[in-house]
């Protein structure tokens, strides 16, 4: 039996993830992602729908599976994680796949607000036209199909809740799916990567693997979330701050980093306060499957969040505002606030903290730099890069590779650069390009025998 593995999207940039395994009676999907920049630039988001999506290419392309007669074989769509480049895509383009969605259970809590911020009724009809299937990480899911096929979820670190590496159980061996992972080994919530579960697949046989290559070219190991709390302890309680405001923003999906946010706020004897709808989203969607695992009121409404700012501004040293726009996304709180719309007005010697890395996307650079002038006419102090990644780098892909030991690596998620990166890795661990290592495109097949 061959397998064939088409790579629909996030082959040639960062974003719009998806990818479709076809064995010889079914086929899989996994992931379906949003490209974030077109969207970011987008004015009017309220009506989002999949033609417009389609226009500025935010949607993976997987029109070329119906020419292939691909899409009446599609038995489920499982997804790795939450984020956007990954889930994003689904409330547009599930319907044309007669498949459940598996996910784990924060993935599908995040999916289904997705679905309900849909503002066309008839849009929001067809996104709820899948069913949506919540898998515990560390467990299995058997598809009934022309054959029965188990899709496992095996728990792994990153920068949200209950992100997944996905193995798909063939005949042939495992399609492992690892697209979005870290090698925590100190994680501050949940636990480390299953490595036994991992190490026994491998053992079983891994017949090819589809990984992540963001970090590839990064010669280290992307150090613990553990560091990223120390950084922020550092800059949250190692600075004089005693007569200043401290605003803080960070990525509203990692739940583990509002977490520590919020535990050295309780440090500091002030009181955490999260502003923004996203941050709403995911908290919410924690807080759904009892993750969540801090207490703080999290504002999204209009009147709400002036009210909150009402009180920020009466006492600013009472407080730690916690809030979205670390890339200076217009109409993100921090953009608001830096603008001046609020009740409460940052000024000198407040502190604006990113806990962050901007995504270098040219909107992106562009809207920071805006921001970051902004902060500093009114003689903000601000503190860049407080932050650690989620992603794995060189040396833990090193380590990954060599633990599985897959027959055939596909690089995935990333431009050619990135991509090649991994490539050269996967090289020098004994790997050949064009035999058993896999440098591809959007909209190619790659023949597995
Ligand atoms: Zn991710």
């Not at 990818?19 to 379906?32: N, P």
């Not at 995911?282 to 993750?291: G, Q, R, S």
């Amino acid at each position: 039996m061959k397998i064939n593995v088409y790579t629909v999207g996030g082959y040639n940039e960062v974003g719009k993830n998806m990818t479709v395994v076809e064995l010889s009676e079914d086929a899989f999907i996994f992931d379906c992602g949003l490209y974030l920049p077109p969207v970011v630039e987008l004015e009017n988001k309220e009506h989002m729908d999949e033609k417009l999506l389609r226009e500025i290419d935010a949607l993976p392309n997987d029109l070329f599976l119906d020419k292939l007669g691909l899409r009446s074989k599609v038995k489920a769509i499982a997804v790795s994680h939450a984020h956007l480049d990954h889930v994003g895509s689904l409330p547009f383009l599930a319907y044309r796949y007669d498949a459940p969605i598996l996910a784990t259970p924060f993935t599908a809590e995040v999916l289904k607000s997705l679905i309900r911020d849909i503002t066309d009724e008839k849009a929001k009809i067809r996104a709820r036209k899948n069913k949506i299937i919540s898998i515990m990480p560390n467990s299995s899911y058997s598809i009934n199909a022309k054959k029965i096929h188990e899709v496992e979820f095996i728990h792994v670190t990153h920068s949200t809740l209950q992100t997944a590496i996905i193995a798909l159980h063939t005949d042939e061996g495992i399609i492992m799916y690892a697209n979005d992972f870290k090698l925590d080994n100190t994680p501050t919530l949940g636990k480390k990567p299953n490595y036994e579960r991992l190490k026994k697949l491998a053992k079983q046989g891994i017949k090819a693997l589809i990984v992540e290559s963001l970090y590839a070219a990064d010669e280290r190991k992307t150090p613990s979330e553990r560091i990223a709390y120390d950084l922020l302890e550092d800059v949250m309680l190692g600075t004089s701050n005693e007569n200043s405001a401290i605003v803080v923003t960070t990525f509203s999906s990692h739940i583990a980093r509002l977490n520590s946010i919020v535990k050295i706020a309780n440090k500091l004897g002030r009181t955490p306060i999260l502003f923004g709808r996203s941050l709403k989203r995911y908290t919410t969607a924690a807080k759904k499957i009892n993750m969540l695992p801090f207490d703080a009121p999290t504002l999204s409404f209009k009147t709400e969040i002036q009210r909150g700012f009402k009180k920020v501004a009466k006492n600013k040293t009472d407080y730690v505002v916690i809030c979205t726009g670390h890339q200076g996304e217009q109409g993100s709180i921090l953009d608001r606030l830096s603008k001046g719309q609020f009740k409460f007005k940052l000024s000198k010697d407040d502190h604006v903290i990113f806990s962050s890395r901007t995504i270098p996307s040219p909107i992106n650079i562009a809207n920071r730099q805006q921001l970051e002038k902004r902060l500093k006419e009114a003689g903000v102090r601000i503190f860049t890069d407080v932050h650690i990644s989620g992603h794995a780098g060189r040396e833990d892909l090193r380590d990954f590779i060599r633990m599985l030991n897959p027959e055939h690596i596909i690089p995935a998620h990333g431009e050619l650069q990135k991509r090649t990166a991994l490539a050269e890795l996967a090289s020098e661990l004994g790997y050949s390009l064009g035999y058993n290592i896999h440098l591809t495109e959007n909209g190619k097949l790659v023949m597995i025998n």
